[in-house]
């Protein structure tokens, strides 16, 4: 064989396993580095090696130690679809009458993915911007992405250890009221989950009993306003971010794989 026709050979082979991995993340939803390597039979190294690449090249997301498929991070074909173009305004909106900072996340999976924030000023300090990714079980804008997901989601993230971010980060046996309580009032409260000092109001937007996303209002504490007019002004933003989506194929667009 050419030296050429090794190189193509070694490429596609290299392709080949990339190919692999990815496929094998997308089917379990989230995984471990160490179970990718067992299930292929392929050294830990090799795996890691791929695994900087799909990650830097935006294909899957690393979180606590699990990598998540990201394949519902691309925008949509159709740019007129996205759904930030649609949240902007209103995240805007929601910014300049709170002074607060807003924020679009979604979750992919078992991960909170957050899309656009609106910051209130240059040095606000919150945790969770654009492009970032959370652990579902923590933060007013995680919470109730978690709360109205699908059971098997509720399992995964339950099932397994919930990480502290601070010492306000709720603990595996709070969880379940949280979530309940999020259930039944519609808004979630989160007082230095995931930063001292910083508190959060979200919402879900709810398309069809299905959870397309959260909004939220993040703060120094204490609030500048009432909680329950927080939670008032979030959902006027959640339907009129819903009535500017003009198909149902835009809003059912960003539904976590899962759904």
Not at 31 to 44: E, F, G, Y
Not at 124 to 152: D, E, M, N, Y
Not at 208 to 237: F, I, N, Q, T, W
Request: contains cysteine; aromatic residues 6%; hydrophobic residues 40%.
């Amino acid at each position: 064989m050419s030296v050429s026709g090794k190189a193509l050979s070694s490429g596609y082979n290299s392709l080949t396993r990339g190919l692999e991995i990815l496929r094998l993340i997308q089917l379990c939803g989230r995984v471990r580095v160490a179970d990718v390597s067992k299930k292929l039979d392929l050294p830990l190294s090799t795996v890691y090696r791929y695994v900087v690449i799909l990650r830097d090249s935006g294909f899957i997301i690393d979180i606590d130690g699990y990598l998540i498929p990201s394949d519902k991070l691309a925008e949509a074909g159709d740019d007129s679809e996205h759904i930030v173009r649609y949240a902007e305004p209103v995240l805007r909106r929601l910014r300049d009458e709170t002074k607060m900072t807003a924020i679009l996340a979604v979750r992919i999976h078992a991960a909170a993915v957050c899309l656009e924030a609106s910051f209130a000023h240059p040095k606000h300090k919150i945790s969770f911007q654009r492009g970032q990714v959370r652990t579902l079980s923590a933060g007013g804008t995680a919470l109730p992405l978690l709360a109205f997901a699908p059971s098997s989601v509720l399992r995964e993230v339950l099932g397994n250890e919930v990480r502290p971010y601070t010492s306000a980060t709720p603990k595996r046996v709070d969880l379940d009221v949280e979530l309940e309580r999020v259930r039944t009032e519609g808004y979630s409260v989160s007082y230095g989950h995931l930063t001292p000092g910083m508190c959060a109001v979200g919402v879900p937007v709810i398309v069809d009993g299905r959870c397309l996303c959260s909004l939220s209002l993040v703060g120094e504490a204490p609030l500048a306003m009432e909680v329950g007019e927080a939670v008032k002004l979030l959902r006027e933003g959640a339907r009129e971010m819903l009535a500017r989506m003009p198909s149902r194929g835009a809003r059912e667009a960003w539904l976590s794989p899962d759904e």
